[in-house]
């Protein structure tokens, strides 16, 4: 199957600051990307859909201030969350599809203290 | 938007057989239905994906109904290691983005 990745796996940050997390399609090329959240205990949320050369587009609720989302090139996304608070904390999952699937990547854990 | 429901959770043994059935009720023409399989602090794995009829890999299998509106994962002879979350997710209407339920959460017991 298609490889996602994802980096850094796990960041720790002081509340204020800004993280990016960058995700990449290894054996693909990927017009589309996603970027999921997911909190303990509960299933993934779609925060937004990257599109490649173009805005992204966010699902309602979803701050597109605050979650910056770059799709500068077919296999690289890059999701930054500025101004970092504790309530960010999360686990940041990233996903492309090809052929007709979709492919995750092993998710970011983000933790604001 | 296509949602939909899977059982919270289901518990079984090493070594039998365990059918996890999704319900598509509301699934476009042109979709897809997809399983994945999640471990805590791991993105989802894709398992498998099918149409209709059957169709089998070397970790599952997957039945489809003619009508379509659901679907059964089989794991066939399951290790502890199969304790997971399974998801079924929905699709858009665009049916390029998925949407995930709660999923079934998988105890395997020795």
């Known amino acids: 199957g298609a490889v996602v990745s994802q980096h850094p796996s796990r960041v720790i940050c002081k509340s204020g600051t800004s993280v990016k997390i960058e995700c990449r399609s290894l054996?693909?090329?990927?017009?589309?990307m996603f970027w999921y959240r997911q909190f303990p205990k509960q299933s993934l949320m779609l925060m937004a859909t990257?599109?490649?050369?173009?805005?992204?587009?966010?699902e309602q609720g979803v701050e597109k201030d605050k979650f910056l989302i770059n799709h500068a090139s077919l296999t690289l996304s890059t999701l930054t969350v500025t101004s970092a608070h504790p309530e960010d904390s999360s686990f940041y999952i990233c996903?492309?599809?090809?052929?007709?699937?979709?492919?995750f990547g092993p998710g970011t854990r983000l933790t604001v203290l | 938007l296509a949602k939909t429901t899977q059982p919270i959770s289901m518990d079984s043994y090493e070594g039998q057989e365990v059918n996890i059935t999704c319900s598509h009720n509301?699934?476009?023409?042109?979709?897809?239905i997809t399983w994945y399989q999640q471990f805590p602090s791991q993105g989802p794995r894709f398992i498998i994906q099918g149409y209709k009829t059957k169709v089998t890999n070397e970790v599952a299998s997957l039945f489809i109904p003619a009508d379509r509106k659901s679907s059964t994962l089989s794991l066939p002879r399951v290790s502890l290691s199969d304790t997971a979350v399974y998801y079924c997710?929905?699709?858009?209407?665009?049916?390029?983005?998925?949407?995930f339920g709660g999923g079934t959460r998988l105890m395997v017991k020795p």
């Open positions: 509301n699934i476009a023409t042109n979709d897809y």
């Open positions: 997710p929905g699709r858009n209407n665009a049916g390029n983005m998925l949407t």
């Open positions: 990257s599109n490649e050369g173009s805005k992204a587009t966010y």
């Open positions: 054996d693909f090329q990927a017009t589309t």
């Open positions: 996903s492309a599809m090809s052929r007709d699937t979709q492919y």
